[in-house]
């Protein structure tokens, strides 16, 4: 969305960042609110707006459109779109923006309906979603397989077609789950078809994605309710489990 902007976005949102960072952020009053709704509902493809405040860059906007944040000026007369960086601390404002706005209830997650497997003492804990025919997921499954300490719960989603649906059928109905998923995954080797009556959760599954707003896979889920939505290294995920684990036992 909007990758027009992005080059604009940066050279504006780091540069300006100075002595005014320290300013607070506070929502915006109902009618600027109202007033800037109206004006962005005409930018085709944008969802709508839910929300606004301002930033610590003066007259600048932060507007929040679904999972996602964009930035504005005061009128709503153009958008910018990127990362807002604190060049002093070298913090990621947007993206702390982002973790706060999509946090989840990470114990309320439903994990009767995941394929579970842990390495070591599996004390640290993430979620995925995966499709079973999604390559970026199979990549990620790889990445994870080195990381230590931890119990995987992973909720298969059925968006990349039929096929789709049936191995999730096959793999969640047959005897055990998680070495047919982890087989399909790694190494290739196709689940087996199951026989007999087996209710998958796979639609709730896919109901649980939406509500999530999960917009594809591979997306993970860290014990803070934090996410990351896309594949990653393994020493990514360390570090994101690592902090999770900080704030979770802080």
Not at 1 to 25: E, H, I, N, W
Not at 145 to 156: A, E, G, P, S, W
Request: hydrophobic share 40%; aromatic share 6%.
């Amino acid at each position: 969305m909007f990758s027009k902007f992005r080059g604009l976005a940066m050279a504006c949102l780091v540069l300006t960042m100075g002595p005014v960072a320290q300013a607070q952020s506070g929502e915006l009053p109902i009618g600027q609110l109202t007033a800037l709704k109206l004006k962005l509902s005409r930018v085709p493809d944008l969802p709508p707006v839910e929300s606004a405040r301002t930033t610590p860059i003066p007259g600048l906007i932060e507007v929040k459109v679904g999972n996602q944040v964009i930035y504005t000026d005061a009128e709503g007369d153009y958008i910018v779109e990127g990362q807002m960086m604190e060049v002093k601390s070298k913090r990621n404002l947007t993206e702390e923006r982002l973790d706060e706005i999509n946090k989840v209830d990470f114990a309320s997650l439903p994990f009767k309906d995941a394929i579970v497997w842990k390495s070591g003492s599996g004390k640290r804990r993430l979620v995925v979603f995966a499709d079973p025919n999604c390559g970026y997921c199979k990549h990620l499954e790889k990445e994870i397989q080195q990381v230590k300490d931890v119990t995987v719960y992973t909720f298969m989603i059925p968006i990349l077609g039929d096929d789709s649906k049936v191995k999730l059928d096959n793999i969640w109905c047959v005897k055990d789950r998680t070495q047919a998923w982890r087989d399909w995954m790694l190494t290739g080797a196709p689940p087996a078809k199951a026989f007999g009556m087996c209710a998958s959760p796979g639609q709730r599954n896919l109901a649980l994605s939406q509500k999530l707003r999960v917009q594809g896979t591979p997306s993970m889920f860290f014990e803070d309710g934090s996410r990351l939505a896309q594949a990653a290294g393994a020493a990514a995920i360390e570090q994101r489990l690592a902090r999770a684990s900080a704030k979770v036992g802080g």
